[in-house]
């Protein structure tokens, strides 16, 4: 089966390792990925070529939308894929699900990943798009449920082509490990510091001003305390502007992208997570995985935990409650004793990538009979 995956950027975050995590597993169920790319550089690049999957760059859809779409009709004529899975943040641009139509491909793929998105001129483009959805797309994933309504109508979500997709996850690789917990804290000089950890690009939905307040309580609380930022994106010198000013340059570590972020987990206390918004955060799951204490905005669905080491709390509650639910992290310590009950709990909802990948294979496949059916 042939899969062209559309959505990815340059940047790894939450789209790109979900399609990743499902891409090694299915390419052992003979599953091939190939990959649309608007961007110079894809996240994973390497790897995927070094997988046997091809990477298609093309024009920006979002700024000459119709040579965008010349080219995708182009390479699916070419290629004749049975799926496009076209991963979503909104509908703000619905050309890849237009062009893969037009192209007549078997399966067409929409996938929420998103709750809600930042911009007057992205929801207006989203309103109008939304009601197009159906006319394109055969079958409908989300993450979450709350994804799934922001994306799709009701009657979609309540529909028999609906599916929630779970962002799965390779459970030995997060597992707590003590040996590389003591690895990394030393490789970072962390090696006695009470350590607060952040993963997500710096961009206005992931409200890193508010982290750092909220930091800045608990590095009043505890001397020891250190900040891990890990990310890029175009509002990261703004976040550095707000550690110079509230004084915290010394506690403060901007980690960049990092190809290692399984390991980075063992050697935090605490993973705090301020959003105004998500579909289902792969990294609230990586954290939980690790067994990290988590304390999350409860602008973020409840479906995402599946742990007992998840507080949820209000953007609206003070910095001081923030930092006490932070500081509660010293009685959550990770154990490797822990991990077999981590893994049972994923397992028992869905979210280890061996069921998960059969799950959605499956889905292509029904949908690729229903389609040879219906022209019988």
Not at 125 to 149: D, M, Q, W
Not at 288 to 313: N, P, R, W
Not at 367 to 372: D, H, I, N, T, V
Request: with cysteine; charged share 25%; proline share 2%.
């Amino acid at each position: 089966m042939k899969v062209l995956q559309v959505g990815m950027s340059y940047n790894p975050g939450g789209i790109e390792s979900f399609v990743m995590t499902y891409y090694r597993q299915m390419r052992k169920m003979g599953v091939q990925f190939d990959f649309i790319s608007m961007f110079p550089q894809l996240a994973y690049e390497k790897e995927i070529l070094s997988l046997g999957g091809r990477v298609f760059h093309t024009t920006d859809a979002r700024k000459h939308p119709m040579a965008f779409q010349k080219e995708m009709i182009q390479i699916l004529k070419k290629e004749h894929y049975d799926v496009v899975h076209v991963n979503m943040l909104s509908a703000a641009n619905i050309v890849p699900l237009l062009a893969a139509k037009q192209s007549n491909v078997p399966i067409i793929a929409a996938h929420s990943h998103n709750s809600s998105t930042p911009g007057l001129l992205r929801n207006i483009l989203h309103r109008v798009n939304k009601s197009l959805i159906p006319r394109t797309a055969s079958v409908y994933f989300a993450c979450s449920e709350v994804a799934g309504h922001w994306l799709f109508s009701e009657k979609i979500v309540k529909g028999n082509a609906f599916h929630l997709i779970h962002n799965a996850l390779c459970m030995e690789k997060f597992l707590f490990s003590e040996s590389v917990r003591k690895e990394v804290r030393a490789e970072l000089h962390l090696d006695g510091k009470f350590v607060v950890g952040h993963v997500g690009r710096f961009e206005e939905q992931k409200n890193h001003l508010f982290l750092i307040e909220v930091f800045q309580k608990v590095a009043e609380a505890r001397k020891d305390a250190v900040l891990l930022l890990i990310g890029d994106g175009e509002l990261q010198e703004k976040a550095r502007q707000k550690v110079k000013d509230c004084h915290l340059e010394e506690k403060v570590r901007f980690l960049g992208i990092r190809k290692d972020v399984d390991r980075l987990w063992k050697a935090m206390d605490v993973f705090v997570f301020p959003s105004l918004f998500e579909g289902l955060p792969i990294v609230a799951l990586e954290a939980q995985a690790s067994g990290i204490y988590s304390v999350m905005a409860d602008t973020i669905t409840k479906e995402v935990k599946l742990t007992d080491h998840v507080e949820f709390l209000s953007l609206e509650a003070t910095k001081e409650k923030w930092r006490d639910c932070i500081l509660a992290a010293e009685k959550h310590k990770q154990k490797e004793a822990y991990n077999s009950a981590i893994k049972r709990q994923f397992c028992e909802a869905g979210y280890d990538i061996e069921s998960a990948a059969q799950t959605l294979l499956s889905y292509y496949e029904s949908g690729k009979k229903e389609r040879e059916n219906g022209r019988n």
